[in-house]
């Protein structure tokens, strides 16, 4: 089969398969109907389907939901028609699945990585949005696949059918990452420590977007990983009648508030960038009541791993215990999740200049663009170059309606079909 009538066949399926996830996005550590989806997609394929604690070492999983929304979810998963057979797997989540196929022919280990999980965001229903313009938007009110790994998933789901329909001239083996929770840095970390990258030659990752460009351009390697850390901080204080007796409570509203401000007042450093984000902040009963309560949902992020974790990370914690500290309340600090910063091996360029050059999808490689933001494929990067193997995370370029994390956010689907054929290409590129 010649890649041109590959692509020109599947690229229907494609948009029709990231569709069909988009409807039913899911957040980290609760997606079982993605994981069934991808698995009933792959079943007839040839390679062998792992899920559950079979790819993700379970003590490493972190900011897992409460054992409530994990019922919850498996029990929607259940009522959505989902069988025992992957629910049983999935238990208690560990959502996710690997596919690993064997040529039987001496060759290179190949691991291609795809990330699956969605984001709580509601979803615009103003026209002009395409998902709801054509019916298929976010099916779960506050759920939405809003960063684009709906369409990692249909990408993985294409590289997959290609490896099937390319067998032929392919050699080694390959081993395709589905990885749940990449929002908030805990997914990759499970998988990497399961070994599931220990003897990987090369790895091959990527994002839809990032930045705003044509169909057709895209990038061989990605820099500017900000390394970043998610932690949750949760005080007590103690509630008292706020007319009555003030005197006697503890407020944990206004010590949430006062790091809050503090918090945002961390020094910049001179060493590169840094950041700091209170995204959520929950407080307090009742207006006549003095709050014994308060959680709020932070990240740091650093240029380097040193500069978060040095330093972001030390501070932060340094003013939550102390604005804790100043209203007399009980901190509660907890880790979330983090992702390391990290670069892609520099001969990628060379190695996609070189597999587009007989595309007739992409019209433009770019050597080298910044993320910017943070990403836990890192953790994988580091994983194959530690054990000597070579490793890229690309970008393929779309026009976006709106930036990542937004409401409005939307792809062109085209970009589907242009990222399995660059894959695909750089696949028979490291056949040579």
């Known amino acids: 089969m010649q890649m041109e009538d590959f692509i020109k066949t599947i690229t229907p399926y494609l948009i029709k398969t990231r569709r069909r996830i988009h409807q039913y996005p899911e ?13 009933e997609e792959l079943k007839s394929l040839s390679f062998s389907l792992s899920m559950g604690k079979e790819v993700l070492e379970s003590s490493k999983r972190m900011g897992l939901p409460t054992y409530e929304e994990i019922a919850n979810n498996e029990r929607r998963a259940k009522e959505r028609g989902i069988s025992s057979h992957y629910l049983d797997k999935m238990k208690d989540a560990h959502t996710g699945l690997v596919a690993k196929f064997n040529t039987r022919k001496p060759g290179k280990h190949i691991v291609l990585r795809f990330d699956i999980d969605a984001l709580p965001i509601d979803e615009s229903v103003e026209s002009g949005h395409i998902p709801a313009d054509h019916g298929f938007s976010s099916a779960r009110p506050g759920y939405m696949h809003a960063c684009g790994h709906d369409g990692h998933a249909a990408i993985g789901i294409g590289v997959a059918h290609f ?28 998988m990497v420590d399961k070994g599931l990258l220990d003897k990987a030659d090369y790895f ?4 839809i977007g990032i930045h705003s460009l044509k169909i057709g351009d895209i990038a061989a390697t990605t820099n500017k990983f900000l390394a970043s850390t998610k932690i949750n901080a949760v005080y007590h204080g103690k509630s008292a009648h706020a007319g009555l007796e003030p005197n006697e409570g503890k407020n944990a509203l206004l010590a949430a508030a006062a790091a809050t401000l503090h918090l945002n007042g961390i020094t910049r450093h001179a060493d590169g960038q840094t950041r700091i984000n209170i995204g959520k902040l929950e407080a307090g009963s009742g207006r006549n009541i003095v709050a014994d309560y308060a959680k709020m949902e932070i990240e740091t992020r650093g240029e ?10 030390p501070e932060a914690i ?25 670069e892609c091996s520099p001969e990628w360029t060379n190695i996609v200049e070189k597999a587009a050059r007989e595309s007739f999808s992409i019209k433009k490689v770019i050597p080298v663009l910044p993320m910017g933001a943070s990403e836990d494929a890192t953790f ?8 000597g193997g070579s490793a890229t995370y690309m970008i393929f370029g779309t026009p976006l309606a709106a930036g990542h994390h937004h409401p409005q956010f939307d792809f062109d689907e085209e970009v589907l079909s242009v990222a399995v054929e660059a894959i695909g290409r750089v696949i028979l590129q490291l056949q040579k």
Do not use: C
């Open 27 to 39: 957040v980290a550590w609760t997606e079982y109907i993605t994981t069934a989806t991808i698995a």
């Open 163 to 190: 490896i099937h329909a390319f067998q032929a001239e392919l050699t080694g083996r390959y081993t395709l990452l589905f990885q749940p929770g990449e929002e908030g840095g805990r997914g990759a970390k499970p």
């Open 204 to 207: 091959i990752s990527g994002h």
């Open 304 to 313: 380097t791993t040193e500069l978060n974790e040095d330093y972001m990370v």
């Open 318 to 342: 340094r003013i939550l215990k102390a604005s804790a500290a100043l209203y007399d309340v009980d901190p509660e600090i907890e880790v979330m999740g983090f992702a390391p910063s990290e």
């Open 380 to 387: 994988m990067l580091q994983r194959v170059k530690k054990v």
